[in-house]
């Protein structure tokens, strides 16, 4: 039997539950009061000052004016104006939103407000993807204008700096996403190389992954061409890829030295992979890296999978959860929020940035993507994310949730791989600096931190630090920060269990490639080893 396309009866089912969603947000949006030309004009002028008055409320998931203290007061539920018809109403109800949120400026502090926003800038994504085969040419050029301007005016870095003028970016950059693809993408600079390689030769050498690489950076300073061109000849299909060449960065700032963590999120959506993993350079995976893409229910259920921290610190960071809670406050929370030691118990740390998988041809998750972008962005990340976060981080869990744009966690919190202590009368730990995750079968798939051990306040990838033998791993139990003399973290509990033949030969043949890799960098410039690259050209 042959398969057929949706009938026009689905077709216009589907219209009308669209359309009553969104006649729903303009009946909210016009029963709160009408937009007058008074008001947007005063919003221009905000716009052209950058600032907004204390009472201009967005309501989270919706957008409002709030009426003016004199004006009678709002009914319990309000009635709305009768809208126009079918199609045009769903036009008319996005052109109100799309002039408010262009007009009306949102600050650094705004991270609610933005998530508000892109919830109804997801729907009308989704709308675009959906309705086409009812609207006419005219209606889907409206439509395409509406999203796109308001894309531009929240996230102008969307614009290639080659097309100043292109009036649809956000549609350019991912039509540049090539359908179907899979691909890593490793954030380097010259401070981190010796770990990029390691990890380049871990995927190459030892898994015989031949899944795409991108190593992405922000400039010359930060990757030399030489240093470039090294790295490109590691192995097989390794390009590299400076970002803001390719998305607008001036109000991103990531050519400085201190911007390497917020290069991540903007590398991850600016790369031509449509499915992609960001891997930071001190990541070793146990496993290939495919076995995520391909047996992860996790990650195929949502197309955004993060992995948590160790658990420690609790009660420590009361700034950082005093923020968290401001921004989640009377938001809704997902499943995956309400599951979080972190946020509900008082830990320190939620995420690991070592590994994030995304599936970018997926809507929600582009819309999770670019509020986390946002948040990365230099006067956002300046005053708010890294002031109560480490680095990138939380920005990824939290631009997600705000959004409502569905993620998921792997299933326990990070664990430790390293070498055994037994300690008379005490319980068996397990040492290392490291963070070990699990696969779904709860076997090791790949941990962060390195191959080489790096003494505190010393080596951190300039190779004075040695290779250190890991026997076992732990999951599940009580993480010591800094147990041991040196700064060596260390993880104790009853569920120890000896490193198996599978993870041991994958850790050996890594160490085998590194030190390899190694002599080959320390011939092409011994400097890169001594100071961890700091000063090379």
């Not at 905000?46 to 004006?71: C, F, H, M, N, W």
């Not at 969307?158 to 090539?178: C, D, E, G, I, M």
């Not at 990757?223 to 890829?241: E, W």
Request: proline share 5%; glycine share 8%; net charge positive.
């Amino acid at each position: 039997m042959s398969r057929l396309g949706p009938s026009r009866s689905h077709h216009a089912l589907v219209l009308v539950l669209w359309l009553s969603m969104m006649l729903l947000i303009w009946q909210h949006y016009h029963g709160l009061g009408q937009v007058s030309g008074g008001q947007i004009n005063k919003a221009k002028a905000r716009a052209r000052v950058g600032t907004q008055p204390e009472d201009d409320k967005d309501v989270e998931g919706t957008s409002s004016i709030k009426l003016p203290a004199d004006s009678p007061q709002r009914p319990q539920h309000p009635i709305a104006p009768s809208p126009p018809n079918g199609i045009e109403a769903l036009l008319a109800s996005i052109a109100k939103s799309s002039e408010y949120f262009v007009n009306v400026v949102l600050q650094p502090s705004d991270s609610k407000k933005l998530g508000g926003r892109l919830q109804i800038l997801s729907t009308w994504l989704s709308a675009r993807e959906t309705l086409p085969s009812l609207m006419s040419s005219s209606q889907i050029s409206s439509l395409d204008n509406y999203i796109e301007r308001t894309i531009i005016s929240l996230f102008p870095f969307t614009r290639h700096p080659a097309q100043p003028k292109n009036a649809q970016p956000f549609t350019t950059l991912r039509q540049t996403f090539q359908k179907g693809s899979i691909g890593i993408v490793i954030v380097g600079d010259k401070s981190n190389l010796r770990y990029l390689c390691h990890a380049i030769q871990n995927i190459r050498s030892v898994h015989k992954s031949s899944i795409p690489i991108q190593v992405a950076h922000a400039g010359d300073n930060a990757l030399s061409p030489s240093l470039r061109r090294f790295i490109t000849r590691l192995a097989s299909d390794i390009t590299t890829v400076n970002i803001p060449t390719f998305l607008d960065s001036h109000s991103l700032d990531l050519e400085k030295e201190d911007a390497a963590p917020a290069l991540r999120p903007f590398a991850a959506l600016a790369s031509t992979f449509e499915q992609v993993i960001l891997v930071d350079p001190k990541t070793i995976f146990l496993q290939t890296p495919h076995t995520i893409l391909e047996n992860h229910s996790a990650y195929k259920a949502t197309g955004a999978l993060f992995f948590h921290d160790h658990l420690y610190g609790k009660g420590d960071f009361r700034d950082r959860h005093v923020f968290w809670q401001g921004q989640l406050k009377n938001h809704p929370h997902s499943q995956a929020l309400r599951s979080s030691k972190v946020y509900n118990e008082g830990y320190a740390e939620e995420a690991d940035g070592g590994v994030i998988v995304l599936d970018k041809s997926r809507t929600s998750v582009m819309v999770g993507l670019l509020h986390t972008c946002w948040q990365n962005s230099k006067r956002v990340r300046k005053d708010f994310t890294y002031k109560y976060g480490s680095g990138d981080r939380d920005s990824w869990w939290l631009g997600f949730e705000l959004a409502g744009a569905p993620y998921s966690w792997e299933n326990q919190y990070g664990g430790t791989i390293g070498t055994l202590e037994r300690r008379e009368g005490k319980e068996d730990r397990v040492c290392g600096n490291t963070n070990l995750h699990l696969d779904e079968n709860d076997k090791p798939l790949w941990f962060s931190g390195g191959l080489v051990y790096r003494m505190e306040g010393g080596d951190d990838g300039g190779g004075k630090g040695g290779y250190e033998a890991m026997t076992h791993w732990i999951v599940d139990g009580v993480f010591l920060k800094k147990a041991e003399a040196g700064g060596k973290d260390c993880m104790k509990g009853d569920s120890v269990r000896a490193v198996g033949r599978e993870a041991e030969k994958v850790i050996r043949e890594s160490m085998e490639a590194a030190k390899k890799v190694d002599e080959k960098s320390r011939v092409f410039d011994v400097r890169i080893y001594q100071n961890g690259g700091k000063g090379v050209s």
